[in-house]
């Protein structure tokens, strides 16, 4: 027979308002009672209903997720991974992930996530870049809310940032470490925070190593950063620049569709062409070569924000604050040292 609050009452000789405020943390107890009625709780393997403590405590235990239908489907599992940082860091909070996707053109007339219209979260964790309406409309519930991974124009919200500058130096660094001078850059839509500063490093690298940069060797047209796109851009750049020997990828999906573009044409990685990624992800060693690449903690990341959001929920106010996670060069196959032969477009 399943145990009720009445028998973890009765066996730690307390109120069964005492057994709540030690389950909802609503009111000081003293430790020796704390003690004993925990030590009830689990001898009776007592799980208190979710609804009732959300009826007592005025919280509902959840945590909204939310990132656009493309971030599923388009970047490898990237967001995936961050999602699942801040499912094993609820866990061990005590909080439920609730986690849904919306249209990445969502409008005006589109209808709010009904975890946020029926008021079943107690916070939200945003994911990627999503449309502004989106932010606007979510504000007006003033609940705490955490980004990940991007930077809205109100920026006022706590933020688990990549340091994408620093990544993009190490990158290009490494490149031209390797003698390499004639670097290209492949991104997606700088729009995207990430994107720009990755950008922002890369010319940072260049310059400060006395190396031109060139527009003709800067790829930032393709609307999102998936294979499809690294394939084209780099058809784009290798139609008119020939003698590039190296090109940084604004993430891995990219990087695995320019390394398809290169097999297909017949440059050799690393030996005619010297590649190098953005975010390890799991298909990055599947490749062949290998693909060197910058790692970033996503597990980390996602638990992180829960942190965040749970720190807010316990001052009963919203924080401002901002987490930059440390990024690592991680040398695999594909990038190479410079061949001699090879000179710099002029």
Not at 32 to 51: F, G, M, W
Not at 197 to 225: C, V
Not at 230 to 243: D, P, T
Request: hydrophobic content about 40%; proline content about 5%; overall charge positive.
């Amino acid at each position: 027979m399943k145990s009720t609050i009445k028998d973890v009452a009765k066996k730690a000789n307390v109120s069964i308002a005492t057994v709540s405020f030690v389950i909802n943390n609503s009111k000081p107890i003293s430790e020796e009672t704390k003690d004993r009625v925990q030590k009830a709780i689990k001898s009776l393997n007592y799980y208190p209903s979710k609804s009732a403590v959300s009826l007592v405590s005025g919280k509902t235990g959840n945590i909204g997720f939310i990132l656009t239908d493309d971030h599923f489907l388009r970047t490898e599992p990237f967001y995936t991974t961050i999602f699942l940082g801040t499912e094993f860091e609820a866990r061990s909070e005590g909080y439920y992930i609730i986690l849904t996707s919306i249209k990445p053109n969502f409008t005006e007339n589109d209808m709010l996530p009904r975890f946020i219209l029926n008021k079943s979260v107690d916070g939200i964790i945003i994911a990627g870049k999503i449309p502004q309406i989106l932010i606007e409309k979510i504000s007006a519930y003033h609940l705490p809310t955490v980004f990940i991974d991007y930077i809205p124009s109100t920026n006022s919200y706590p933020l688990v940032l990549i340091d994408n500058i620093q990544g993009a130096l190490l990158a290009t660094n490494h490149l031209i470490d390797l003698g390499h001078k004639n670097i290209a850059f492949i991104g997606g839509d700088i729009e995207h925070p990430s994107l720009s500063h990755r950008l922002i490093g890369y010319k940072q690298a260049l310059e400060r190593a006395n190396i031109p940069i060139k527009n003709s060797l800067i790829i930032t047209d393709a609307k999102y950063p998936d294979r499809q796109n690294g394939f084209h851009s780099a058809e784009k750049l290798f139609s008119k620049n020939k003698n590039v020997t190296a090109v940084f990828a604004g993430n891995d999906a990219l990087a695995i569709g320019i390394l398809h573009y290169l097999k297909d044409n017949g440059y050799k990685v690393p030996q005619d062409v010297s590649l190098i990624g953005f975010d390890d992800i799991e298909a990055d060693i599947m490749l062949r070569p290998t693909l060197t690449t910058i790692r970033v903690p996503k597990i980390e990341m996602g638990s992180e924000a829960l942190k965040l959001i749970v720190t807010a929920l316990k001052n009963k106010k919203s924080i401002i604050k901002k987490v930059l996670v440390p990024v690592e060069l991680i040398v695999r196959e594909s990038t190479s040292r410079c061949k001699p032969k090879q000179k710099i477009v002029s």
